[in-house]
């Protein structure tokens, strides 16, 4: 996303061999319990390419231009990126091949993969369900951070100060390995650098910017600064505020169209509208019958395509809310900004016209399958107004699914407890899906090559739990066993009645079903019960969707898989 950029000075990539910047030398720096602010200089935002000549790029035509709109089940209709336009590219596997490696899932952790795997050689093939950039690389706000939206003084708690700070290398340097890749694949997508800046959501969090700067800075972020912003109605009413230099934006589908483009050039291949269907220790199945036979498997599908309960009891699958909301140019100043809420809100701007931003906010997370009781939308919007009043009016809302692993970190590497040690997974994204697959692409990347990395362990799926987490474990397991529960005991009301456009879970004998009433009045009856591991899906009507609660399957209102760790659609019942 490009902003007011400075273009004189382009910042020096990190060669993909190497992980850390001198911006990480560790340095240890005790503060006083009250540290003074000081006033706010904006680091000056750079752009990886050179300026192009002319006016501004406007999202707002290019949003309403492309291809024939849906394509592909589960495309968002109001991303900013134009999501919705998506169209197949690459051809479908008409045959049986041979590859080194095999990557499922074309988003930011596939690809990122395949590209370093490419690179070094290796014989790569990318299977991909529907589209590139159709699952959630394409609804993302497409944050790059460097602040671990968990809080590094909450990482140092529960992993320890070496583990913390190796968490904070990698998150740091994940920017750096996206401009890399922008620049050496020459890839237009808009990536800009820029602040970062922690808010206080009300007065009694300011001691919360004080504990993350203490522990910023003991995790090697020596850059990070307690500032004044002066309260301007430009940078949202706020005063106190930690700053994290060097954070990315970009567009994410342009810089996914780069990233395959680049493995395409690199001597890789990529199948779209291939659906990897069951998964051997040297061979992948796609669901129209041909397979491609391999040294190792990568899952890269948001949730892995798996059984693993090693891995779907460790995370969480939860919905996150997005509204675009069109500004003066005169009234935002150019940044990324996170409030300190536990369910944070999250917000950046996106060029739209010549005279406005589209002011992008996200946030009032709740768990996957659940129906929130109040307005998401009008909520970010109240919380966006209170803060930005210059705002104007409301032009898009979208939402996404992110993965939360119990213990903050994500799940990069082999496949755990698994008999096949040449499988892995990337998932866990814990909300940070672009700095998180960014990440996972290198460190799953380096396991297959031999090659030492210096955050496998710390990312590691076969990681101890720590004791910390051990409550969030169990969280997942007793909504899974609530979900087991709710299969086998009848719904207490056996009537319904359906208004147009609106789904419901009804019991049909000893069954559940998920019924949907279109816009024409005939109804859809599918199974409830999720293809996965056999959990009872339920109705969002915020989404039109069913969603599986216990590991964040999603279907379309009639029965289309969106989402894994599903493989297939929900079961038709023919004689409803």
Excluded at 22 to 42: A, D, E, N, V
Excluded at 54 to 66: D, L, P, R
Excluded at 376 to 405: D, S
């Amino acid at each position: 996303m490009s902003s007011t950029t400075c273009w004189s000075s382009l910042r020096r990539c990190i060669p993909l061999t190497s992980y850390s910047s001198s911006r990480l030398q560790t340095k240890r720096t005790m503060l006083s319990s009250s540290p003074t602010p000081i006033p706010y200089t904006p680091s000056p935002t750079t752009s990886a390419l050179p300026e192009t000549k002319g006016s501004v790029q406007t999202k707002a035509s290019a949003y309403n231009a492309g291809n024939p709109e849906f394509q592909f089940p589960g495309l968002s209709s109001d991303s900013p990126w134009n999501q919705k336009s998506l169209a197949q590219k690459y051809p479908a596997l008409a045959e049986d091949i041979s590859a080194d490696v095999v990557v499922v899932g074309a988003g930011i952790s596939g690809l990122s993969c395949a590209l370093n795997l490419a690179r070094e050689g290796k014989s790569v093939v990318v299977l991909e369900s529907r589209v590139r950039g159709a699952g959630q690389t394409g609804k993302t706000t497409a944050h790059i951070m460097t602040w671990l939206d968990d809080y590094y003084y909450e990482c140092i708690s529960m992993h320890g100060q070496k583990n913390a700070t190796l968490v904070a290398q990698s998150l740091r340097s994940a920017v750096d390995m996206i401009e890399h890749n922008v620049v050496s694949e020459n890839i237009d997508c808009e990536f800009t650098r820029l602040d970062g800046i922690l808010y206080p959501h009300s007065s009694s969090a300011v001691s919360t910017l004080h504990k993350e700067l203490d522990a910023a800075l003991k995790c090697g972020l020596s850059d990070t600064k307690l500032v004044d912003l002066g309260g301007g109605a430009d940078v949202g009413h706020i005063k106190e505020a930690l700053v994290f230099p060097n954070n990315g934006e970009f567009h994410p589908l342009k810089y996914l169209e780069g990233l395959a483009e680049a493995v395409i050039r690199h001597g890789g291949r990529i199948y779209e509208g291939t659906k990897a269907y069951n998964l051997d220790s040297d061979k992948v199945r796609t669901e129209s019958g041909k397979t491609v036979y391999c040294e190792a498997i990568v899952l890269a599908t948001n949730s892995p395509i798996n059984h693993n309960l090693a891995v779907h009891a460790r995370q969480l699958p939860y919905r996150s809310y997005v509204i675009g909301v069109l500004c003066p140019r005169s009234q935002f100043k150019r940044a990324d900004y996170w409030s300190t809420e536990t369910e944070y809100h999250y917000v950046r701007a996106e060029d739209w016209d010549e005279e406005n931003y589209m002011v992008i906010i996200g946030g009032e997370d709740h768990k996957s399958g659940c129906q929130p009781n109040y307005d998401v939308y009008a909520q970010l919007e109240k919380h966006a107004r209170e803060r930005w009043t210059g705002l104007g009016p409301v032009v898009l809302k979208w939402n996404g699914q992110v993965m939360e692993p119990a213990d903050m970190l994500y799940l990069h590497g082999r496949d755990p407890l698994v008999s096949e040690p040449n499988r892995y997974i990337i998932t866990g994204d814990s909300g940070q899906g672009m700095t998180g697959g960014t990440i996972g692409g290198r460190v799953v990347a380096d396991l297959i090559l031999g090659k030492e990395n210096p955050w496998a362990d710390v990312y590691s799926p076969s990681r101890v739990p720590p004791a910390k987490s051990l409550l969030e474990i169990a969280e997942e397991g007793a909504i899974t066993t609530a979900s087991f529960a709710e299969r086998v005991l009848p719904k207490v009301t056996l009537s319904y009645d359906l208004k147009p456009g609106k789904g419901a879970i009804v019991q049909k004998g000893v069954h559940k079903v998920a019924l949907y009433k279109d816009e024409d009045g005939n109804e859809h009856a599918m199974s409830a019960v999720c293809p996965h591991l056999g959990c009872i899906v339920h109705w969002v009507d915020i989404d039109k969707s069913f969603q599986c609660p216990c590991h964040g399957s999603v279907f379309s209102c009639t029965g289309e898989l969106v989402n894994g760790p599903a493989k297939s659609d929900l079961k038709p019942i023919e004689d409803w």
